[in-house]
């Protein structure tokens, strides 16, 4: 039974670049959420993704865009990025939105923007 | 807004010491409170507690929730140097569908 996948597993970009990241999540998981986490802090919320639509979205700015594929697999995407950017991205999955569901986790992708 | 804090962030203990961490949290109409372990990158799950006064455990870890006082405890018995890590705290709340409010984290340090 596959975990939650994300690729890359690290990335380096320059301030102003684009950056794509990528979600797999746990079979049988519908559900995928982003966040981010800087050193040193919890992961910050940033969206979650159900039924191929952004359902809710954390205090992130417009430059942080994603999207969900009919497999249930989710890309994030930040445009314009900021040094402020550098920090470990976390992707996880769950079953219905998860409310009460548990939320597992995916090794993450550690962005560094210089 | 929901809260989570967590204390102490910091923790330096010696194998075989039992060790409790806190986790209180503010939230509107609470749904889930739910610990993780941070090694590297992935958190990795421990429990998830809806009811209060029952308490979850998984070998030498135990975690109880007090929703009237809106807080939980995670215990570590017998601690390994295997337990080291960042231990996170997160709440789902209101109509935030599975949005994890996380604390900032406890960073335990456990020496041979």
């Known amino acids: 039974d596959a975990g939650v996948t994300q690729s890359p597993t690290h990335l380096i970009k320059t301030r102003g670049q684009q950056v794509t990241l990528r979600c797999s999540p746990k079979?049988?998981?519908?559900?995928v959420s982003w966040y981010q986490q800087a050193l040193g802090q919890g992961p910050q919320f940033i969206f979650q993704y159900y039924e191929e639509e952004e359902r809710q979205r954390g205090n992130f700015p417009d430059r942080f865009s994603g999207h969900q594929f009919p497999n249930y697999s989710s890309e994030l995407n930040v445009n314009a990025l900021l040094l402020g950017d550098s920090a470990l991205y976390l992707c996880a999955s769950s079953w219905r939105q998860g409310a009460r569901e548990t939320q597992y986790f995916g090794p993450g992708t550690r962005l560094l923007v210089l | 807004e929901d809260k989570v804090v967590q204390s102490p962030l910091s923790l330096v203990v010696h194998e075989g010491d039992t060790v409790t961490l806190n986790c209180s949290y503010e939230v509107t109409n609470f749904r889930s409170l739910l610990w993780y372990k941070q090694e590297k990158k992935a958190p990795t799950f421990l429990f998830m507690l809806?009811?209060?006064?029952i308490e979850k455990k998984s070998g030498r870890l135990s975690s109880i929730l007090d929703k009237k006082e809106l807080f939980s405890i995670l215990n570590i018995t017998a601690t390994q140097t295997g337990d080291s890590a960042v231990y996170l705290c997160?709440?789902?709340?209101?109509?935030?569908?599975?949005?994890?409010?996380f604390g900032q984290g406890t960073i335990l340090t456990v020496h041979p």
């Open positions: 997160a709440v789902v709340g209101g109509t935030s569908y599975g949005k994890l409010t």
């Open positions: 809806t009811s209060s006064g």
């Open positions: 079979s049988g998981h519908d559900t």
